[in-house]
């Protein structure tokens, strides 16, 4: 029998009052991973509603105080970081390698944001009159809402969650439905880590049973979202409706350039990490690689013969190199555009299929697929994939290869491959992605910088690093007169 697991409200572990439940299934076994309870919208008005009580407490909690229990969270993470990693490959299939990654950035953010406890650095300045003083200071917003998705299980709820905390507000969290488990684990850390009552809730369910009714709740005036570019225009769309603080982190269609003076043994590496990492679904993902016609056949057929020989399988095995992906649906999305790239007449050069050999057929497993010759134009160099499908598109130079870097409706990352610091710099100054590598794949963003897209990937705002205490926080420009007397700004100007 698989374990049940509850909602978190108001400090208690309970059952959704509508009785029903739902299972999850490991993706590399077919075996039934867990069972949740299955919530709606009274859950969500009551997890509301002890998130707002909570705030009136914890918003004067001392910030360090609150940093302080950030710590013994990620020193709990710590001390328990294998057992979580393997929870979160068998739960949603990536790698164990990469699941101790995935925690480890959990871990990081929790004592990025202790430490944010003892700044949350406001400005202190002059004033234009006599006898007075200005100053701003960070003030906690209220009751947050988090919509979070199933590819980094921990880590994205952590960068939602940390300087929400840190910086006072309290939190009620929907995770994706394929990764409850791990968000469960992570709000057991705190309370073990000594958060009060109230202060985080976790409410467990689908999209539209529980995560529409905390997008339109009146109560929650932020609300972060990392998903679909198509669920994230009509998350901007109800945010709009009530005037909510809103982060988007969306969809990304990255490019590596590799230049004729690349270091193509470390091209090689850096792109097969990229594409075929958490088998290719991470928002960062190399999913294009734009390479220079001198250096294209030697790096195509390196990719290839690197491919062909990635070991597939249950990621729990440390030899794997690719899991499964998390699903049939997105198994099934994969081989569609494996059929589209195949119609647009880009040449398949590794991969392309199902794996299905001995125990794989009770998984969702793909190869790891190249397709040469692609041309800008085509959808699979265009459309996010969400899959190991990597499309090398060929260019005679780096001015050809940004304007196709850019030439997508995404803008999360980029990197290039050269041995010349002014082509670096270059693609520094024009290429338009919120996160750049140079002589790097495309993902493996650290967490004390901001993290987030241009273009269709967010809207404006970033994530982790100062950033996030931005956006977690209003500012109070205060102003304090000592003077004893009226003195109106602008109008009683000091001669
Ligand atoms: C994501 O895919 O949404 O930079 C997050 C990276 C990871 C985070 C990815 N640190 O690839």
């Not at 090689?268 to 734009?290: K, N, P, Y």
Request: proline share 4%; with cysteine; net charge negative.
């Amino acid at each position: 029998m698989a374990d049940m697991y509850l909602n978190y409200i108001g400090g208690a572990w309970k059952p959704s009052h509508t009785g029903q439940t739902f299972e999850r299934r490991n993706p590399a076994t077919g075996d039934v991973d867990g069972v949740y309870t299955s919530s709606d919208a009274q859950d969500i008005d009551e997890a509301v509603a002890a998130a707002r009580e909570a705030f009136k407490t914890w918003r004067l909690y001392p910030a360090p105080k609150r940093g302080e229990i950030l710590f013994t969270a990620a020193r709990i993470l710590e001390s328990r970081k294998e057992e979580f990693a393997r929870e979160m490959t068998a739960e949603m299939g990536k790698v164990i390698s990469e699941a101790r990654g995935d925690v480890q950035e959990a871990i990081d953010m929790a004592y990025y944001m202790a430490g944010e406890g003892r700044r949350m650095f406001g400005q202190t300045t002059p004033s234009e009159l006599r006898n007075k003083f200005n100053m701003s200071v960070r003030k906690p917003i209220g009751v947050c809402g988090f919509i979070t998705p199933w590819n980094f299980p921990m880590a994205i709820p952590s960068w939602k969650m940390f300087p929400a905390l840190v910086t006072g507000n309290t939190v009620v969290i929907k995770p994706a439905t394929f990764t409850p488990k791990l968000t469960i684990r992570l709000v057991e850390v705190l309370v073990e880590a000594g958060i009060p009552a109230g202060v985080v809730n976790v409410v467990l369910g689908s999209g539209s049973a529980v995560g529409e009714p905390l997008l339109h709740h009146l109560d929650v005036p932020v609300i972060s979202f990392t998903g679909s570019t198509e669920t994230g225009k009509s998350v901007a769309i109800a945010a709009a409706e009530h005037n909510k603080r809103l982060t988007l982190e969306m969809g990304g269609k990255n490019a590596v350039i590799v230049m004729d003076d690349a270091n193509i043994d470390l091209a090689v590496e850096g792109i097969l990490w990229g594409a075929f990492g958490t088998s290719g679904q991470r928002c960062t993902a190399t999913s294009r690689v734009i390479v220079h016609r001198a250096v294209q056949q030697e790096l195509a057929s390196r990719l290839a013969a690197r491919a062909e020989k990635m070991t597939i399988g249950n990621g729990l095995d440390e030899s794997v190199d690719v899991g499964p992906v998390v699903s049939k649906g997105q198994l099934e999305t994969i081989q569609k555009y494996v059929a589209i790239g195949k119609d647009e007449g880009a040449k398949l050069i590794a991969g392309g299929g199902i794996a299905t050999d001995g125990d794989l057929g009770k998984g969702f497993f793909h190869e790891p697929t190249i397709f040469d010759d692609v041309t800008r134009d085509m959808r699979i160099a265009n459309e996010e994939i969400f899959g190991p499908v990597l499309s090398l598109i060929p260019v005679d130079s780096l001015d050809v290869a940004i304007e196709i870097a850019n030439g997508v409706e995404y803008g999360l990352s980029a990197s290039i491959f050269s041995q010349n610091v002014n082509n670096a710099f270059r693609a520094m100054q024009d290429i338009n992605t919120g996160i750049l590598y140079i002589n790097a794949g495309t993902t493996g963003a650290e967490i004390h910088l901001p993290f987030g897209g241009t273009k269709a990937t967010g809207n404006g705002h970033r994530e982790a690093g100062t950033a996030a205490v931005d956006f977690y926080t209003e500012w109070q420009s205060v102003y304090v007169d000592y003077s004893g007397k009226l003195q109106r700004a602008q109008i009683d100007t000091v001669e």
